[in-house]
């Protein structure tokens, strides 16, 4: 079964950096576009980044300019680099992989980041 692999997550000073990563398999990885999502108790879960298999990027407005996402078709993997972290940045971080309306999308168990002095 296709499984997505979180790692990476912890807890950070603000102004502090942490990388996840998320690693697929048992799917054609070079035919989804992977993005990663947070969710906070009590909220709905909101995609921070997604990147397309042509590279193309999208990031939500208040994680831009810190967050970079990217991947590597070769390792199965997609990063999300996080800098300059505040601590609304707190929550649960899910990696997906999607390829649209016909197919099935794939979330990963998710990896807690807390932005906390």
């Known amino acids: 079964q296709v499984q997505l692999v979180e790692s990476g997550g912890g807890l950070v000073q603000p102004g502090g950096s942490l990388r996840l990563s998320c690693t697929a398999s048992?799917?054609?990885?070079?035919?989804?576009?992977m993005g990663w999502y947070r969710q906070t108790p009590g909220k709905q879960r909101d995609m921070v980044a997604a990147?397309?298999?042509?590279?193309?990027?999208n990031y939500a407005d208040s994680v831009k300019g810190r967050f970079t996402i990217s991947r590597d078709n070769v390792k199965n993997t997609v990063y999300l680099q996080m800098n300059s972290l505040k601590p609304e940045d707190t929550a649960v971080y899910y990696c997906?992989?999607?390829?649209?309306?016909?197919?099935?999308?794939?979330w990963g168990q998710g990896t807690q980041v807390t932005v906390s002095s």
């Open positions: 048992r799917i054609f990885f070079n035919r989804y576009t």
């Open positions: 990147i397309t298999t042509s590279g193309v990027t």
């Open positions: 997906n992989a999607d390829r649209g309306s016909d197919y099935l999308s794939y």
